[in-house]
């Protein structure tokens, strides 16, 4: 069965720091990976999502995340954020398609 | 592109009522999902259709839950006798097959409250 871990329910950073959001999946088959961005108050936007080829994906608003398969991981990054990424970013898991299957999500907090 | 419309946005109801949620998708879009979301969770899945069959049901789906896309194109959900335990958010998200994967595109979600 699958499952996704989101290592870090929160995580306070300062503007302009860089950050990692940390995603570990459980699957025994090939699998798709997303992260995605909740506002307050509203449905789940796409950030990016990995399929194949490269392990570096890069998505919108300057994030980038790497799948690791030998530590079935998907970490999300941004090199410099800004108080407008303050948001719920969550993980999730498909096999070819499909339901999704989410972790709980990390909560991002970006201090002036 | 309209993207994906839920409504209504909020709905407050007493224990026991009825409730119904509609869901527009994407309108080239095939495949339609219904998540839910409790406070401080990711989303859950509930069910999906592609065009107007649905193909999977999960175990969450009690049977006061009864999903119907006639069409193939909007989505009902309904939950009958509502509970205080199913006050959550309900999302909605489409996508289209054909190209290898789908990707899911959500809409901005129905708050239900049950008093």
């Known amino acids: 069965a699958q499952s996704v871990t989101q290592l870090d329910s929160q995580v306070p950073v300062f503007e302009e720091a860089p950050v990692e959001l940390r995603c570990n999946y459980s699957?025994?088959?090939?699998?798709?990976l997303f992260w995605y961005v909740q506002y307050p108050n509203q449905g789940l936007q796409l950030l990016l999502k990995y399929l194949s080829g490269s392990t570096l994906v890069k998505g919108i608003n300057g994030f980038e995340a790497e799948f690791n398969k030998s530590q079935t991981s998907f970490h999300l990054r941004k090199p410099s954020v800004h108080i407008s990424d303050t948001a719920e970013y969550f993980c999730a898991v498909t096999y070819r398609g499909g339901k999704l299957i989410f972790g709980q999500g990390t909560e991002l907090s970006v201090k002036p | 592109d309209t993207g994906v419309s839920q409504n209504p946005r909020h709905k407050i109801t007493k224990r026991g009522q009825n409730v119904t949620f509609r869901c527009d998708p994407i309108?080239?879009?095939?495949?339609l999902y219904w998540y839910r979301q409790t406070l401080g969770q990711g989303p859950e899945f509930l069910t999906y259709?592609?065009?107007?069959?649905?193909?999977?049901k999960s175990r969450l789906l009690s049977d006061r839950f009864s999903a119907e896309r006639p069409k193939g194109s909007f989505s009902t959900l309904e939950i009958q006798r509502t509970e205080q335990g199913d006050s959550a958010m309900y999302l909605c998200?489409?996508?289209?097959?054909?190209?290898?994967?789908?990707?899911?595109?959500f809409g901005p979600g129905t708050r239900l409250t049950v008093l």
């Open positions: 259709f592609q065009n107007e069959a649905q193909l999977e």
């Open positions: 699957s025994s088959v090939s699998v798709y």
């Open positions: 998200a489409s996508s289209a097959t054909g190209t290898g994967l789908d990707t899911q595109y």
């Open positions: 309108s080239e879009h095939n495949r």
